[in-house]
């Protein structure tokens, strides 16, 4: 290591030690005849065992930077080899990289990171516009640094590449794991400018949810997973970022740079003011449009070949052989006539929920599909909108979609939004419209239980999570609703009873109510559902699974109150 005072090369003063990694020490240097600070990276060559890749890193690094001319990113100066280690001289940046404001503070505000992004994407932008486009490979936060006049500074290039039209796949699997796109992995082709994509959609996945994908269980879920409150539109842009296929993330920096300028415009608030707008707009045109009594002939003669197209799609799509072919002809139906409800419900019924499961790409296809823009520039969501029954019905499919089948385990948080637009309309059945309130109450919880408000008093409690979840379970619910939707009721109110017994008993949930909700649920699977009709196998089989479950929560029940009842006597006995 340097020493602190030491002179380097004749005209650099070591001052102090300023950061160290795996392979280097990075310290603060004065050239006391510039009178000028820079950063010395050292990397002792007896320091790795696999010195000969970390020195070609650094040859790598050099050979790009020095070629580089952008204010976000360091220059570099001098590169000298001191026989033991290897010295780069470069700019000094002062400031602290964003995992230090991620271990220090948590989750970034969402208005930071897209300016953060911005910025980022237009450092990359530059690197992919070279010849060759230099791709940079390892983005994270770690290595943005953050600097006082809220610019940011990209360092450490020893992973960069130069992109090689004539390669077919990078040789080195280099990256980050968690960050790195799939193609960083040998085999999976060659990384090119929207690896750098991926890894700036992770890198703003860890800075918007404070959840680092380099941890385990090495998966990004939907940012509004971990806070509901932050832009549907910037959850959208990250999904995008990090689909696993390339072809389906934003095929340059320009694209990006675009999305995020106008994140806002794809949150779900934002479409639904402008469809208010566009309706005002439209109604304000009939008049006029009225008076062209010779064009309402071209009108509906062109509506009625669209409805024979429309109609032939969905035809096309009941007889498809494929998922890939039925996909298709619903999205082909849904670009056609967006305003219409039929190919919407297909399209989740019949191809997303068809195994039971909303998976992340297939939520991610649906945000896609509502998102496209045809030619009125508007998108297929705000036109659906223009009908509140069709737009409410989808809303409250959606809602069930995401709260009971999203990643098999379903997401609550996600499916808050949906419910409280079909909470809100007035075309439902009344029934479905108590469901969404509840349902909508109970996937707040999840974001609510065990928080407080500024007074520090508890927002919500278990006694109301209880009522919810009891009253939701009440009835026939073959009869109010089908027999898959009973199970999925049944399996989440048996699961949500074992697993936060603890929590109801101290909310003052007695055992005989618990229990009694165990047998009730026993009785309703032995009678509605062992009399419905449907696919026998497939629902004998998760009836057997729930029934299992109630045994486990009813042993979770008595394990529960037999300690406390044991605590009771116990201090009983001290009393006495």
């Known amino acids: 290591m340097l020493e602190i005072g030491s002179i380097v090369d004749g005209k650099y003063k070591i001052l102090n030690k300023i950061g160290q990694g795996g392979m280097s020490v990075v310290y603060l240097a004065m050239n006391e005849r510039a009178n000028k600070q820079w950063a010395i990276k050292e990397v002792r060559k007896d320091g790795s065992r696999d010195y000969e890749v970390v020195r070609q890193g650094l040859i790598a690094e050099t050979d790009i930077l020095k070629r580089l001319n952008h204010p976000n990113l360091p220059s570099i100066v001098d590169v000298i080899d001191c026989g033991d280690s290897f010295l780069i001289v470069m700019d000094y940046i002062e400031g602290r990289p964003l995992d230090h404001w991620l271990k ?32 940079y490979r390892d983005l994270k936060p770690a290595n943005v640094m953050l600097r006082p006049d809220g610019q940011i500074e990209i360092i450490d290039f020893g992973t960069a590449r130069e992109f090689k039209e004539t390669s077919i796949e990078d040789t080195s699997c280099l990256g980050t794991q968690g960050y790195a796109a799939p193609e960083q992995y040998g085999g999976h082709g060659q990384t090119d400018g929207r690896t750098d994509i991926y890894t700036l959609g992770a890198t703003m996945y860890h800075l918007l949810t404070g959840h680092n994908p380099s941890l385990p269980p090495y998966e990004m879920y939907p940012i509004r997973q971990w806070n509901p409150m932050l832009s549907s539109g910037l959850e959208q842009i990250v999904l995008r970022c990090t689909q696993k296929n390339p072809e389906d993330r934003y095929q340059s920096c320009a694209e990006l740079m675009y999305a995020l300028e106008h994140y806002t415009e794809l949150d779900v608030e934002y479409r639904k003011k402008q469809s208010r707008k566009w309706r005002a707009f439209l109604a304000s045109c009939i008049l006029s449009v009225l008076s062209l009594g010779g064009c309402l002939g071209f009108y509906f003669a062109e509506r009625s070949a669209t409805q024979s197209s429309y109609e032939s799609h969905l035809r096309a799509a009941s007889m498809s052989s494929t998922e ?133 008093d508890s927002t919500v409690t278990y006694q109301d999570y209880w009522n919810d979840l009891t009253s939701l379970s009440e009835g026939n619910l073959v009869k109010m609703d089908n027999v898959k939707t009973a199970l999925v009721v049944y399996k989440e109110l048996v699961y949500q009873i074992g697993q936060n017994a603890l929590n109801f008993k101290s909310a003052g949930v007695t055992e005989s109510e618990l229990t009694e909700r165990l047998e009730y649920t026993r009785a309703r699977l032995e009678t509605d559902i062992e009399s419905a009709g449907g696919n026998r196998e497939e629902t004998e089989e998760l009836r057997e699974s729930i029934l299992q479950n109630i045994q486990w929560a009813q042993n979770e029940v008595e394990v529960v109150f037999s300690a406390r009842s044991y605590e009771e006597a116990e201090e009983a006995e001290q009393g006495e």
């Open 324 to 456: 890939e072919e039925m996909l298709q002809n619903y999205q082909n139906a849904i670009n056609l006539s967006p305003e219409r409800l039929d190919a919407y419900e297909g399209l989740l019924t019949n191809v997303f929920l068809a195994d039971d499961n909303f998976s992340q790409e297939e939520a991610a296809k649906m945000t896609e599909i509502l998102g496209y823009r045809g030619d009125s520039n508007r998108t297929n969501e705000s036109i659906l909108q223009s009908d509140n029954s069709a737009y409410d019905s989808f809303s409250f499919q959606m809602g069930l979609a995401y709260y009971y089948y999203y990643e098999d385990v379903g997401n609550k948080p996600m499916s808050r939004t949906w419910f409280q637009t079909a909470a809100d309309s007035a075309t439902l059945d009344t029934s479905q419209v108590e469901r969404a309130k509840r349902l909508g109450r109970i996937a707040g919880y999840y974001t609510s239980l065990n928080s407080s408000d500024r007074a520090g």
């Open 104 to 135: 220090n503070e948590g989750a970034q505000p969402q208005e930071k990171v897209v300016e953060w992004a911005k910025q980022i994407c237009d450092v990359l932008g530059y690197l992919h516009s070279r010849k060759p486009p230099i791709i």
